[in-house]
Each structure stands twice: as structure tokens, then as C-alpha cells.
């Protein structure tokens, strides 16, 4: 039996979908990240793009992109945060917050090297981001 996950904004005017398994989970520390949190750092889950869907609310749903390998969305209404699309990794970022159901289980901190909160809890700390995203592949300590 297939697990569909569901979420909304913060004033509940867009849900969204998760369908399945994501297919990573874990914590990014970019300077981008953590403004558009308005945290110091943030919780990820990834899914493959057929897997996530909006499924109220989509007239309400705004996007930003401040580069090409980031269509952050966003409830219009409320300013709550939804996902992010991530075109070149041929990923979806469902924020863990927004699938309150979905037991986050973190494998990965991506983008150490920018961190302002260290976290010591045994997982891998990338520089940045793994090679087939792109990145290094480095680890660093915690």
C-alpha cells in the first residue's frame, strides 16, 4: 500500500500531496536556506516531482527564485512556505514541516561549511552538496 503524506500552508488555504517515500531527508545549513526559514537551519525532504502535487489552493500558490536551481513556493495568502523545486537535481523539497505526518528520518546535512548551528548527532556533514547533486562530495567534521 502506497503512504500518501498531506500538508498545508500556515493558514490552510494550499494543500499539498507527498505520495510513496521520499527519497532523501535531511538538514540544509545555506545562507540561502536559512533566510527563506527565517531559521538557522532547514529541514528537508525530497520526492521525485510526479509525487508531490498542490491539491487545494493552487491559484494561491506564489514562487520565488533567487537562482536557477531553486522555485521556492509559497502560499500567496498567508506567506506560508510550501516546497521548493529544485529543476537541475530533478527534485521536490517538501519542507519537513509541512507533511506533519511523515516520520522525518535525517540521512544528511548538506552545506556544512555555512552552518550557525552546529548539530553533533553522527550524521554525514557535507561541504555541500553530494557529487551527483553537483557538489564536492566532502565531508566535513562536526
Known amino acids: ?19 510513496g ?3 532523501g531527508m535531511g538538514y540544509c545549513h545555506c545562507s540561502s536556506c536559512r533566510s527563506w526559514a527565517a531559521a538557522p537551519v ?3 525532504t525530497l520526492w521525485q516531482p510526479d509525487a508531490v502535487r498542490v491539491t487545494r489552493g493552487a491559484e494561491s500558490v506564489g514562487e520565488y527564485s533567487k537562482n536557477p536551481t531553486s522555485e521556492r513556493r509559497y502560499c ?12 537541475p ?11 506533519p505526518t511523515l516520520k522525518f528520518e535525517p540521512g544528511v546535512h548538506v552545506n556544512y561549511a555555512e552552518t550557525v548551528l552546529p548539530m553533533k548527532d553522527g550524521l554525514p556533514k557535507m561541504r555541500d552538496f ?12 562536526e
Open 1 to 19: 500500500m502506497t503512504t500518501t503524506y498531506r500538508g498545508t500552508c500556515f493558514c490552510g488555504a494550499v494543500e499539498v500531496e507527498a505520495t
Open 21 to 23: 517515500a521520499p527519497v
Open 42 to 44: 532547514n529541514a528537508f
Open 76 to 87: 500567496t495568502q498567508c506567506g506560508g512556505h510550501l516546497m521548493t523545486n529544485h529543476p
Open 89 to 99: 537535481f530533478g527534485l521536490i523539497d517538501v519542507y519537513a514541516a509541512t507533511l
Open 130 to 141: 553530494p557529487k551527483e547533486l553537483g557538489g564536492s562530495g566532502e565531508t566535513i567534521p
